[in-house]
């Protein structure tokens, strides 16, 4: 009898506890639910709504002139969420749920800037930071991930940033050049000194001939000038 009323005693234990983990599966499944939900609406986010946050962290605040800044410096795109076709991290899916509570009404409209390859250009077949847009331009910043906003991006991407920025390298380049030619090179004369009108005439004729080059390269593969295509949808 007493073996009997222990077997029982077990069995409604180890019926509560399946009951426990049921309600646990049941939490967890929702919790993916919502999550799924909200990368579905970062990924068909097309059009800007500001949403009405309280209580945010102001130093998370950026304005549009702020991020244009950034992503000329660095060659980045600022587009809507429905045009990203990287991966979403579980991270910045966290950080949209506690940002969503704070909200007056549901998220629904969201902005990453990335690198062109993170985006389904309208024309076309590194680290991305998700905004959501607030009134008077300013932007929230809810998550960055990856590491693409080195140092390294900025100094190589610094002549693509307007034609000033490239011309000005033309020019260097073209400086560098005529400084590192021997002077037996540029003319005949063995009593020749290093600076004269030889060395002007070769500097001239360098940056002319760099000049052709950078432009026809640029034109022929579409080049754009970041400043034009930190929030462009296109390719080239």
């Not at 945010?56 to 002139?65: G, N």
């Not at 062109?116 to 998550?143: G, I, Q, W």
Request: proline residues 6%; glycine residues 6%.
């Amino acid at each position: 009898m007493a073996a009997h009323t222990e077997r029982e005693r077990l069995e409604r234990l180890l019926l509560g506890q399946e009951n426990i983990m049921e309600e646990v599966y049941l939490l967890l499944h929702d919790e993916q639910k919502q999550d799924d939900i909200l990368k579905a609406m970062v990924r068909s986010s097309m059009k800007e709504h500001p949403a009405r946050i309280a209580g945010i962290d102001p130093d998370r605040v950026y304005h549009r002139d702020s991020i244009k800044a950034i992503c000329v410096q660095y060659r980045l795109r600022f587009l809507p969420g429905g045009l990203f076709k990287g991966t979403i991290p579980n991270q910045a899916v966290y950080a949209l749920r506690g940002l969503e509570r704070k909200s007056e009404a549901p998220l629904t409209s969201f902005m990453l800037m990335a690198p062109a390859s993170r985006f389904k250009l309208c024309d076309s077949e590194v680290d991305p930071l998700l905004f959501v847009p607030m009134d008077n331009d300013l932007y929230y910043l809810v998550h960055k991930w990856g590491n693409d906003l080195g140092p390294i991006r900025r100094i190589v991407n610094w002549p693509l940033r307007t034609p000033a920025h490239l011309a000005t390298l033309v020019v260097l380049f073209g400086l560098v050049l005529s400084l590192f030619v021997p002077t037996g090179i540029l003319t005949s004369d063995p009593a020749a000194s290093f600076w004269g009108l030889h060395r002007l005439l070769f500097l001239f004729w360098s940056i002319m001939v760099s000049a052709s080059f950078t432009v026809f390269g640029w034109f022929a593969f579409f080049g754009q000038f970041s400043n034009d295509a930190w929030n462009s949808k296109y390719f080239n």
